[in-house]
């Protein structure tokens, strides 16, 4: 199985600063046929389901806010927050979506919160 | 609106059985691949079982190969997870989720609410 390691467990930033998750998957999650990441990011708050952010490791979702940004390729990848907003407080996860017939598989999760 | 609906969840004891269903709508179901995935109280997501959109291809996570099946019914706009031989770590709040692609793996775009399953004696 890929295995999705995050961090940090969680972070505390001040509104309107920059926050950092960081994600490394155990193997490279890039398919050379189409040279696209495997790789997604989601948000949930609590007592909601998650909600895409962020997929092909750079492509924003419809509707997410672009203080949202995905970068990174092969094993390690990032999701910023250029500007933290009061509704951004949530947890964060990232998933690969590389792997058939194992299944995707997610991170640990991030917590993100205000300072 | 695009919309995924959970039901099914329950109460039940270790060893039982429960079927979870997730109605679709506002999208054409039988094009697209689907998912359950779930979250022990407190914890991060687990993806559990996909189904493609024929049900050609059926994928499921070791936790819960040959206790669970997903299966789906294109006319009726309808996923289902049959449980079996349930234990106290299926307890999880479960998810269905749509593919947001109609040809490869994709990224999971749509999600229900979720339904809760307790298992507990």
């Known amino acids: 199985d890929i295995v999705m390691t995050q961090s940090p467990d969680s972070l505390a930033v001040s509104l309107g600063e920059r926050a950092t998750i960081n994600c490394k998957s155990s193997q490279s999650v890039l398919y050379s046929s189409n040279n696209k990441n495997y790789l997604a990011w989601y948000q949930q708050k609590p007592g909601q389901p998650p909600k895409l952010l962020i997929y092909?490791?750079?492509t924003r979702e419809s509707g997410v806010p672009d203080r949202f940004s995905g970068s990174g390729s092969g094993t390690d990848f990032t999701l910023t927050i250029s500007s933290l907003q009061a509704e951004d407080v949530a947890v964060y996860y990232c998933?690969?979506?590389?792997?058939?017939?194992?299944?995707?598989?997610f991170g640990g999760g991030t917590k993100v919160e205000i300072k | 609106e695009v919309q995924l609906v959970e039901s099914g969840g329950g109460l039940v004891k270790p060893g039982g059985s429960l079927r979870l269903s997730c109605a679709a709508s506002?999208?054409?179901?039988?094009?697209?691949?689907m998912n359950w995935v779930r979250q022990a109280p407190g914890k991060g997501l687990e993806w559990v079982s996909s189904?493609?959109?024929?049900?050609?291809?059926?994928y499921y996570a070791d936790s819960v190969k040959g206790r669970f099946t997903i299966s789906r019914d294109n006319a009726k706009n309808s996923l289902y997870l049959q449980m079996n031989s349930l234990r106290a770590e299926d307890t999880a709040v479960y998810y269905c989720?749509?593919?947001?692609?109609?040809?490869?793996?994709?990224?999971?775009?749509?999600w229900g609410q979720g339904t809760v399953v307790t298992v507990s004696s």
């Open positions: 989720a749509r593919d947001r692609g109609v040809y490869s793996n994709d990224a999971f775009d749509i």
């Open positions: 998933q690969q979506y590389y792997s058939t017939p194992r299944g995707p598989t």
């Open positions: 506002g999208f054409t179901f039988s094009s697209y691949s």
């Open positions: 189904i493609s959109s024929s049900s050609s291809y059926i």
């Open positions: 092909w490791a750079s």
